[in-house]
């Protein structure tokens, strides 16, 4: 169901613009930016988010959080609605200061009351985010301008996690005064405020003269939603729209066509390393099956043409990933470049006869994403497997299938991924790896494993950032002796933009644009 069902007609805002005169329309057009989406965001409400992309960006536009990622290399955390804050010895208690004189966009005052009003919503409706809001124990309104936030365990990333979408801080007053259509009129502190939104259409913000900041450079963005990958390409090229952003999934305009936007003068194209993983990995809960033997998994690891995948299919738009962690995180161990896999058909075979493998034997189901670009991988490495004598019929699946098959375990290996929302080890470590998680979630479904499990944990735990930095070196050499997948790639994050769109940073974690910086000359 769209989020802004019931919207009366007359407030819906369309594409195209009127403007009174050529030259007024010109104006206009400098001061908004329209923005390429392939379809509605499925909400504008932190409470309850999933990180779905399109909603994500629009309420990091439209709201604030206490804490957030600081541009251009995104690696240390910024106050925003907090200025301050200060971490107990024990890392379980965070006191913030905050920031004087906000007011929300319904013009009501931004407080302390306000955070704990907005994360206690959040942890009571939000599935999504219950491995972390569960650790808040208490959240205590010191003062109008402190909270003190209490974990019932350390947990360093929390900070992290406070940058999210769903931390965002609403307008208690709004939250009041609409009820459960808040999703449809979302209010918070943010740079940009909600206009409007027609279903299948677009979405209007409008710059917040007001905001803490100070105003935004542009006055207005349309999120202009266009399903084809080819139409958004035409409209970046003709001037309709001045970004098509890759939105975290494999591609927003097709990889072919990339090389030939390079060559626009009109055109921009923004690169930069993510940290999304793309994975083949193995039902690591199976007790029996053909790879239940270490050596098999490490067959199939051998039998996948990494350098190949990435420049026949992806034609340099996606890195090679050499471990459980992308080689941009700060927690990377550069060993797992030694130790992983190289492309060698012939040591495959020879792994499976040492397994007691017979590849003849084995009819997989090889299940994937759907979409064109997912289709190819799947065959590319249905064509790997076929040269080590392995048969694998490629399965295209929606997500909420394969998610089920995948929770469920009704599988041998799939193509399955994780694309990290706050930017720590723990984003990709602990859900895939902790064998308590195992079916919680696509994970790698690992089989109970005291040593790694405890290793996990206080990796997760440890307040100290290079021992913490140590222990995930230790997690992902033991994760590698393992071999519970073959890490297949991490996309770049491309954003293409107009040539005159100045002062936009890419984001890796998360994958979202924040337009406050914005603007166009």
């Known amino acids: 169901m769209k989020f802004w069902k019931g919207f009366a007609a007359a407030a819906l805002v369309a594409l195209p613009f009127v403007a009174g005169s050529a030259q007024a329309q010109s104006a206009d057009q400098l001061k908004t930016l329209v923005v390429a989406v392939p379809s509605d965001p499925v909400s504008l409400e932190p409470g309850t988010n999933k990180a779905e992309p399109i909603g994500s960006e629009i309420i990091l536009n439209v709201f604030d959080t206490l804490v957030a990622w600081t541009a251009p290399d995104f690696k240390q955390l910024e106050g925003r609605l907090a200025t301050t804050w200060t971490v107990s010895a024990d890392g379980k208690e965070f006191d913030f200061k905050l920031r004087d004189g906000v007011k929300f966009q319904d013009g009501t005052a931004f407080d302390a009351a306000a955070v704990k009003f907005s994360l206690e919503r959040t942890k009571a409706s939000n599935s999504y985010v219950k491995a972390t809001f569960d650790l808040i124990k208490d959240i205590a309104v010191v003062s109008p301008g402190e909270v003190k936030i209490t974990l019932s365990a350390a947990y360093p990333a929390f900070l992290s996690i406070l940058a999210q979408p769903q931390s965002a801080i609403v307008s208690p007053a ?36 007001d905001y803490f900041r100070g105003a935004p450079k542009l006055a207005k963005i349309i ?242 950032i290079e021992a913490r930095k140590q222990l995930y070196f230790q997690v992902q050499e033991e994760v590698a002796k393992r071999v519970p997948g073959a890490y297949l790639f991490s996309p770049k994050l491309i954003v293409f933009t107009r040539a005159n769109v100045e002062g936009l940073v890419i984001n890796s974690a998360p994958p979202l644009n924040e337009y406050w910086s914005v603007y166009k000359k």
């Open 223 to 464: 999120y202009r939603v266009i399903p084809d990958a080819s139409t958004r390409r035409l409209e970046l090229e003709s001037g309709g729209v001045d970004v098509v952003q890759q939105q975290g999934q494999l591609s927003a305009i097709a990889a072919e066509d990339i090389d030939a936007l390079k060559d626009n003068k009109d055109v921009k194209v923004l690169e930069t390393s993510s940290q999304i993983i793309r994975q083949l990995e193995f039902n690591n809960s199976k007790k029996d099956g053909p790879f239940a033997n270490v050596k098999a998994r490490e067959a199939i690891a051998h039998a996948i043409d990494y350098d190949g995948l990435l420049q026949g299919v992806f034609g340099g738009t996606a890195e090679r990933v050499y471990g459980p962690l992308t080689s941009n995180s700060w927690a990377f161990n550069p060993k797992m470049k030694e130790l992983a896999p190289t492309y060698d058909p012939e040591l495959a075979k020879k792994l499976l006869a040492e397994a007691g493998v017979d590849p003849s034997s084995i009819n997989l189901k090889l299940y994937s994403f759907q979409g064109p670009l997912w289709g190819a991988v799947a065959t590319f490495v249905q064509a790997n497997l076929a040269d080590i004598g392995i048969n694998a019929t490629i399965e295209q699946t929606e997500f909420p299938a394969l998610r089920a098959l995948q929770t469920s375990g009704q599988f041998d290996v799939a193509l399955d991924g994780r694309q990290p929302w706050y930017n720590d080890p723990d984003a990709h470590i602990t859900i895939g790896y902790l064998s308590s998680l195992a079916d919680t979630a696509m994970t790698f479904r690992m089989p109970q494993d005291k040593d790694l499990d405890d290793l996990i944990v206080k990796a997760q735990q440890t307040s100290d």
């Open 174 to 209: 709004a939250v009041a005064k609409y009820g459960d259509k808040f999703a449809a009129n979302p209010v918070g502190t943010g740079p940009f405020v909600f206009k409007s939104a027609q279903a299948d259409t677009n979405v209007v913000l409008e710059a917040n003269p």
